[in-house]
């Protein structure tokens, strides 16, 4: 005989599981939709802006890394978004990858004295991405032509980039707009004058990018 479960403990079970079923399901803040942006200018999110690198290992493997805490502004507006602006400072101090003697290799002083380091060195300056045009390629797709400037050069760099979501982050996180984006592209090291170790670390690095603003 299956014993019934005495009325207290009956009752302090259906307390415990009352204001469980009882709370409202949690929402994303966020949606791909852009009745959303209000528009404005955005500062860019330094902690949820990303730019992940990646370059071909010997032929064998991709090998990838994190540039972040990238600052700057976008001007945006709904109603004209081919008239929208970016301009951004990635600091190349920040780059982080997995393997300790890479990172000391990346950002090490030259090896003799005068000589240029192998990559960025000590002290690199920040990379710079400012857009000089924007091309629309259908709903939330584009193209956004610029310059970047890096390790003192600067040449042209086209991004295809997507529309992502927008919406307001919950009052206790400050209420914001936020909107974000992703974007793709390929650029040479070696017209950066990065050139070391080429071909075995290939020339070409992809880059992919998460873009995060607020205002």
Do not use: C
Not at 46 to 56: E, G, K, N, Q
Not at 168 to 179: L, Q
Not at 192 to 205: C, H
């Amino acid at each position: 005989m299956i014993k019934k479960l005495p009325l207290a403990l009956a009752t302090a079970a259906l307390a415990i599981a009352l204001p469980l079923t009882a709370q409202p399901a949690m929402q994303k803040p966020g949606s791909p939709s852009t009745a959303a942006i209000t528009g404005g200018t955005y500062q860019s999110d330094p902690h949820h802006t990303l730019v992940r690198w990646s370059v071909d290992h010997m032929g064998f493997t991709p090998y990838t890394g994190l540039f972040g805490d990238v600052t700057g502004t976008l001007q945006l507006d709904p109603k004209r978004p081919a008239a929208a602006k970016v301009d951004v400072t990635i600091p190349v101090s920040s780059i982080t990858t997995v393997n300790h003697d890479l990172m000391a290799h990346l950002l090490r002083a030259p090896a003799k004295e005068g000589a240029k380091p192998d990559f960025f060195g000590p002290n690199p300056a920040p990379a710079h991405y400012v857009s000089t045009s924007v091309k629309l390629l259908g709903k939330n797709r584009a193209q956004i032509m610029g310059n970047l400037t890096l390790n003192g050069v600067t040449r042209p760099v086209v991004l295809d980039a997507s529309f992502y979501g927008a919406g307001k982050t919950p009052a206790m996180m400050g209420g914001k707009e936020n909107v974000g984006f992703t974007a793709r592209t390929a650029i040479k090291r070696s017209d950066f004058g990065i050139a070391f170790a080429i071909p075995i670390v290939s020339d070409e690095v992809a880059l992919e990018i998460a873009a995060a603003f607020a205002k």
